[in-house]
């Protein structure tokens, strides 16, 4: 995708011919929930076609899929595997979206690839993103949207808004437009709660401004969201027989990235999560991800921080270390990480020149 918004400014490609380029991405909203609430989001569910949708990757979060996004990489290149990995540095789990400048990780070098940003200005393109001021200067901006001017705008309608206009304003741009809200709605109170509803109408509205001539604009996502209901945590107590072996317990709910002791065979803690997770979730080994190329190619250096084992939760169920005093995580609500169609099914709606394409 990178490559063809940059193509569409020059030639064509899949999306067309543009003179500027808005990329859109709505956090957490997948596709089938777009359709299932199409009353509440008239003005996207419009652009719904037979062929808008899209799909996210392995591990559907927003660290792995959004720079793949960004960068047009497998999360196996880039180097971000999810959402709590292993920094190699200093052999311990950081937080991929905000632990950068608490762990000390560079977004020069951590995130290894090329961002979208980088190649159009390289090739004479300006670049911007507009979103939130509160992820201004952040180490994960810093790293997916390296290259790109950032623009902040707190309201919604606004944001989307001055992304268009600069879009307009400097033929030949790419403009990322980033909107969290329904993501964080979701997490908080879950799909179809009044607060997502509320935030998916607000991201709605945000669309009712009119798009320059010559401007195409694509409407992604990064991921969708399943909401986990109580009876379906997975409480991993301290007499829990799945903690022989494990050094830490990263990744998130619906997909562990589980960090074996030193000298503990990774096939037998597996089998072990396996036998003790039944039909709750599907486990594999570090090796065997790799050769089945789920997390697309895989550097040297980006392989050890990937969990020895993997734990992908099926259905609605979700794994929590019930050892930590902090139970917050536990209040979460709508969820993402795994393989369900929820999660991994996101929109891909075209506006503006894009749409006659």
Known sequence: MASELITSLT????????????????DGLGILQLRAHAGHARRLSALVTKKSVGHS?????????????????????HG??????????????????SGWEHDGLDPATWQRC????????AAGHPTFAVGPSEYVGSGFSQAVLRGAEYVAADVLRERFAKALSLADEHDGSVVYCYMPEVDKAGHKRGVDSARWLAALEDVDAAFA????????????????????????????????????????????PRMLHVYAEPGADARALAERWQV???????????????????????????????????????????FYDDTLQDKGAQR??????????????????????????
Not at 114 to 121: G, M, P, V, Y
Not at 284 to 311: E, S, Y
């Open 11 to 26: 030639g064509d490609s899949a999306f067309g011919r543009a003179r500027s380029v808005v990329l859109v991405v709505i």
């Open 57 to 77: 990757l392995f591990p559907s979060t927003t660290a792995a899929a959004l720079t793949s996004l960004l960068t047009g990489a497998d999360p196996g290149v």
């Open 80 to 97: 971000l595997v999810g959402y709590r990995t292993m920094n190699t540095q200093t052999g311990h789990l950081s937080n991929q979206l």
């Open 114 to 121: 090329e961002t979208l940003f980088e190649r159009a200005s």
């Open 209 to 252: 401004a009119s798009v320059p001539d010559g401007v195409g604009v694509l409407i992604t996502a990064d991921h969708g969201m399943i909401d986990v209901p109580p009876t379906r945590h997975v409480l991993l107590g301290a007499k829990d027989p799945r903690w022989q072996g494990v050094a830490q317990l990263g990744g998130e």
């Open 276 to 318: 003790h997770s039944d039909k709750t979730a599907d486990v594999m080994t570090r090796d065997d991800a790799i050769a089945a190329g789920i997390f697309g190619a895989v550097n040297a250096d980006v392989a050890p921080r990937i969990g020895d084992v993997l734990v992908a939760a099926r259905g609605l169920w979700a």
């Open 332 to 357: 979460m609500v709508g969820q993402h990480g795994s393989i369900s169609p929820e999660e991994l099914m996101v929109p891909m709606l075209r506006a503006g020149a894009f749409a006659q394409a």
